[in-house]
């Protein structure tokens, strides 16, 4: 709660009698050391005062400049030292959002954006704060029109950088200016997206012959990422009903990092007799999976020796983030491969005859009660159990921390001799 004012407040008595040219010159000076204080009193005369709409807008671009103001000095050290605590990003980033919104209003003159966009590109340039996407958010929104947006697409040019030239070329690219666009775009095709972004450009300029051209030439040397390319000939492909390209595209676009969405994604695609021709080779291809996503086909597909055989080849899962999936299947294939499955379980428990920190006694613990309850539940087997637990007991019996876990979880422990 805010302290309320006293009524014989000294400084309440002393702007009492001032005159107002005194009062003025106090703000003045205030305003003038302290760049919150200008802003305050930007807001409050706003509020307060009759202004023209010129006044209005005077205004807005000197609250605008007093935020930048504001925040330079905590910029200025993220960008000597590389970056900072937390609290002074937010706060920096906080007074950058504010800025940004209050250019995306497009009530700012374009002298104080013109002054704003200066002071922001060269930290832009530097890259060294570890803002840039607060930066370059406001760089932006300071562009009311296509002017602005060529004037910073040159800035972005002169920076160099392929980052920088990036976002010169799709501004280019946004204006409508063809001969800047693919002198840039011309500089770099290297990756798939490369090549889609400039059979797009052609593509929507009317230039389709020249557009397939280039999408084919990516599909043969583009590198990395591949997928908009790929669809981009597959619906041009689909469009003109040349089939057989289209499922050749999307088979490739399936295999590629295969996942089991994708082997779903394209099974729908296919008819039975186009599916028959595909399966085997799809198939062939789930080896080179992700070990969960090799999990996900195979129960998909009911092989269920093939999924334990996976779980099998695998080790268990040692943290909390990796292990989810991976023990449902090993708990839904408990019943149909139970010595398999234990196995699995076993291979968790790692050493049981070290020393270990209590979070990993903890992490043990787990494990040792989905063994007792493969051993006693599944297999019904309980002097299986009690055989192998009570040695595992016995081996520990002079680590607390371990028996302390273990009794926390799995059933029986405390009574185990």
């Given at each position: 709660m ?5 009524p ?26 302290r ?27 000197e ?9 330079v ?40 954006r ?7 590109l ?6 060294n ?9 406001v ?11 060529r ?41 798939g ?61 399936a ?7 994708k ?25 080179d ?5 090799q ?15 996976v779980?099998s ?16 299947i090993a ?49 019904c ?19 607390p ?9 799995v059933?029986?422990?405390r009574?185990?001799?």
């Open positions: 805010a302290r309320k004012r006293k014989d407040d000294p400084l309440v008595a002393l702007l009492a009698t001032a005159p107002p040219r005194v009062l003025a010159d106090l703000l003045i000076r205030l305003a003038a050391a760049s919150d204080v200008r802003r305050e009193c930007f807001d409050f005369l706003k509020k307060h005062v009759p202004l023209s709409n010129s006044q209005h807008k005077q205004s807005d671009g609250v605008l400049l007093a935020f930048w103001s504001e925040l000095p905590d910029l200025s050290e993220l960008d000597d030292y590389g970056g900072g605590d937390y609290e002074q990003a937010d706060h920096v980033a906080s007074l950058l959002y504010e800025i940004e919104q209050m250019l995306s209003r497009e009530k700012i003159d374009a002298g104080y013109r002054e704003l966009l200066n002071n922001v060269p930290y832009i340039d530097s890259g704060a570890g803002l840039d996407d607060d930066l370059y958010a760089a932006y929104a300071a562009c009311y029109d296509d002017h602005d947006l004037l910073l697409a040159e800035a972005f040019e002169a920076m160099q950088g392929e980052w920088k030239i990036d976002h010169a070329r799709r501004i280019y690219r946004k204006i409508g200016d063809r001969d800047k666009y693919l002198e840039l775009r011309n500089r770099k095709m290297i990756y997206g490369d090549y889609h972004d400039l059979a797009s450009f052609y593509w929507k300029a009317g230039e389709k012959k020249q557009a397939m051209q280039v999408a084919e030439d990516g599909l043969r040397n583009g590198q990395g990422r591949m997928d908009e390319l790929r669809q981009f000939v597959a619906q041009r492909a689909k469009d003109t009903g040349n089939r057989e390209r289209y499922l050749e595209l999307q088979y490739a676009q295999v590629d990092h295969l996942t089991c969405d082997y779903k994604t394209f099974r729908k695609l296919c008819t039975a007799a186009e599916w028959k021709a595909y399966e085997a080779k799809i198939l062939a291809r789930v080896k999976a992700w070990e969960s996503e999990l996900r086909i195979h129960m998909h597909r009911k092989e269920y020796d093939k999924a334990v055989a779980l080849r695998g080790r268990y899962p040692l943290t909390a983030w990796d292990s989810d999936y991976q023990l449902q708990k839904r294939l408990e019943h149909r491969f139970p010595e398999e499955i234990l196995k699995y379980y076993l291979s968790g428990l790692g050493n049981l005859k070290s020393n270990a920190v209590r979070k990993e006694y903890a992490r043990k613990a787990q494990v040792m009660a989905k063994v007792r309850r493969l051993l006693v539940e599944v297999l087997d309980k002097d299986r159990w009690h055989t192998f637990a009570t040695k595992v007991k016995q081996d520990n019996i002079k680590r921390a371990f028996q302390e876990e273990f009794t926390k979880v059933p029986g422990w009574e185990l001799r």
